[in-house]
């Protein structure tokens, strides 16, 4: 046994034994079934749908096609296949398989090189390193592209969001190079308060949009892409084709729809939260990114060594019988850790000095 894995082991018993969190959901599978059971009677939901036809899927379509002012949406039970389908939809049209993006994108360094080994989609990149693309970035790549794509936030940047301004200019320049939108909008959800605009004037920017329903929305897994129904079509036939048509999806939709229901509402309320936090750490010893957050997630930097910071966690879940925050992990420098602090309903049951005071335990500020 690795010393990782011991510590894993170890963190996961601690995280059981808690009786409260901060910036994780506690539940048990069977809490979690239970409330979906609920919501179903809540919803009206007594259909089961078949192979994504009718019931809860087919409402849960509905209403993210409706939030994000598009003609059609399509339920996909991972984002990972949803994205890579809804680019080669756009490749294959386009007879390009170049794809414009972040290099810190998530299709880039988190899908085992599934875009260009089942699709052969090849990477143009927009940007290096922590910064959010512009209209000046997709002018300058030559030739034809297939698609670009954006990602809100740029998460593997800290959760950067471009400003409103910089997010227009680069739909201006795609429309004006007919090149094909694509938004990665895994925690649109999240970013739309930043923008303080409607989720369909932010998604009218965009040829297609991806949204994902495990993450703020809290559900137990899936996502939708939003686009014009001849879009929805090819990806419902692409769906197939990559296993992603289970013979049911009820209840990763109800999932869903129980997250825009009663967590959609509060994003404003988790983002005001999250700064409130960001802003007292530097008080304490601590750095954030972005120095302030634009949405509920963000990062926290301290010095310190990552094992010994986590012993430190360790000790504080098994005194206080809470679960703070996943672990940190060591940065390029050997002299600094990080971790990311994802602020949502939990969160918002803690007063935000408390939580900057126990980071500070934890780091030893």
């Known amino acids: 046994m690795t010393d990782e894995t011991d510590f894993t082991d170890r963190f996961r018993a601690a995280a059981r034994s808690c009786g409260r969190t901060v910036f994780w959901r506690l539940t048990r599978p069977a809490d979690d079934l239970a409330r979906l059971a609920a919501a179903c009677e809540e919803l009206g939901i007594d259909e089961w749908d078949s192979y994504g036809s009718r019931g809860a899927v087919t409402l849960l379509e509905a209403q993210v096609a409706d939030l994000l002012g598009k003609p059609a949406a399509l339920f996909v039970p991972s984002g990972t296949l949803a994205q890579q389908a809804v680019l080669r939809i756009w490749c294959d049209r386009s007879g390009s398989r170049r794809v414009a993006l972040p290099d810190l994108s998530h299709l880039v360094h988190h899908e085992e090189d599934g875009p260009r080994r089942l699709h052969g989609l090849e990477w143009e990149f927009l940007t290096t390193g922590r910064r959010t ?14 698609a670009a794509l954006t990602e809100l936030p740029l998460r593997d940047a800290g959760c950067l969001l471009p400003s409103w301004e910089d997010l227009v200019g680069l739909s201006a320049a795609a429309r004006e190079g007919g090149v094909p939108l694509h938004l990665d909008g895994a925690r649109l959800w999240e970013s739309q308060p930043f923008y303080d605009r ?72 988790y983002a005001d939260w999250a700064r409130s936090l960001a802003a007292a750490l530097p008080a304490r010893g601590m750095r954030v990114h972005p120095a302030v957050p634009g949405m509920c997630t963000f990062e926290v930097y301290a010095d310190g060594v990552a094992a010994e910071v986590n012993e430190r966690l360790l000790t504080f879940m098994e005194a206080e019988q809470t679960l703070l925050c996943g672990p940190f992990r060591q940065t390029d420098d050997p002299g600094t850790v990080v971790a990311e602090l994802a602020c949502y309903a939990a969160a918002t049951e803690h007063d935000p000095e408390v939580v900057a005071d126990w980071l500070a335990r934890v780091v030893g500020a």
């Open 133 to 146: 693309p512009v209209a000046a970035d997709l002018e300058a790549v030559p030739g034809q592209l297939g």
């Open 198 to 269: 409607p989720l369909d004037e932010v998604a009218g920017l965009f040829d297609s949009v991806y949204v994902s329903f495990y993450k703020g929305l809290g559900a137990q897994a899936g996502a939708c892409v939003a686009a014009d129904e001849d879009v929805v079509d090819e990806l419902r036939s692409w769906r197939k084709r990559m296993g992603g048509t289970l013979f049911t999806m009820t209840p990763y939709a109800v999932g869903g729809l129980l997250g825009l229901r009663d967590e959609l509402p509060r994003m404003g309320e």
